[in-house]
């Protein structure tokens, strides 16, 4: 069984590949876009201080943006799980291309990433891809984020943001917002890993999905493996755009509850359940048959 099975994800991806009308923000590092497995027809960057297209493959920013959007985005029959393609890619950089080889992940402030998430909301994203480990907290960059998730709230956004690698149980002001689905990361077994972050506001409004060992696209268009939440959170964001492109008069509400709701009682506890989008198919379906 392959992550995609493990989630449920292979019959919806047989069913479509997206709508273009349906946007996906990414907020995360540059991407290698000449590469031969992504369609630039279906790719936009979204204007901000950082270009969308790659200029050092060897960076930890481009290899991140490059994995995330084969995920998303890239050729059906690629080596990454390209699981929405058909749907419309607006990139919105915001990390450096810093030859830092030895980062895990590659970070922002609270600022950078709050005026991200404005700029890929006026741009036409329907649901956004957050994987981004948050430096220099303060006070205002805190503010400024709240607002920020706010605004996409207003606008009927949907937010899909990886949980964090730290192996800590708590928050943050992104997995304690409310209309945030904050992804763990599990392996193949549907376990969390170690190293993934866990707690209350995502145990009770986020989703697990798989994080270890996932191949996507290097920026020299090979394969490349990388685990962790933000190999998780596209999983999410993934499925959000086609059960989005299967029910475009779905209202991001009716969206978000079926791609968040489980059988089980309560959700007391700080891991949340794997995502299963054949569940929110149906759920789906039967929400949308209701209101019309």
């Known amino acids: 069984m392959g992550p995609l099975d493990l989630v449920q994800l292979t019959a919806l991806m047989d069913c479509t ?17 000449n590469l031969p ?6 790719i936009r960057e979204v204007p901000g201080k950082l270009s969308g297209t790659c200029n050092r493959a060897d960076t930890v920013a481009c290899s991140h943006g490059t994995f995330v959007t084969g995920i998303l985005a890239a050729r059906r029959g690629s080596l990454a799980p390209a699981i929405c393609p058909g749907c419309t890619l607006l990139l919105r950089p915001i990390f450096a291309e810093t030859a830092n080889h030895n980062a895990i992940m590659p970070s922002a402030t609270p600022e950078e990433l709050a005026e991200a998430i404005v700029d890929s909301v006026d741009a036409g994203a329907r649901v956004v891809n957050l994987s981004s480990a ?12 709240e607002e920020a998730l706010n605004y996409a709230t207003s606008r009927s956004v949907i937010l899909v943001a990886a949980a964090g690698n730290q192996g800590i149980v708590g928050s943050s002001a992104i997995t304690r917002h409310p209309w945030v689905i904050s992804v763990a990361a599990c392996n193949i077994r549907g376990k969390p890993l170690s190293y993934s972050n866990l707690g209350g506001s995502i145990g009770r409004r986020g989703l697990s999905a798989p994080g270890e060992d996932i191949t996507s696209l290097g920026p020299d268009g090979g394969p490349q493996t990388f685990s962790g939440t933000s190999a998780a959170a596209p999983f999410v964001t993934g499925a959000i755009a086609l059960l989005w492109s299967e029910f475009p008069m779905a209202t991001a509400s009716q969206v978000k509850l079926a791609a968040t709701q489980t059988c089980r009682p309560g959700r007391a506890t700080i891991a949340p359940p794997l995502l299963n989008a054949e569940t929110a198919y149906r759920a789906l379906a039967l929400a949308t048959r209701a209101a019309s």
């Open 134 to 145: 948050l430096v220099q907290p303060s006070p205002k960059g805190e503010r400024m984020l």
């Open 37 to 42: 497995d992504f369609a630039r027809g279906n």
């Open 17 to 33: 590949s997206g709508r273009p009308e349906i946007g996906v923000g990414l907020i995360d590092g540059p991407v290698a876009l």
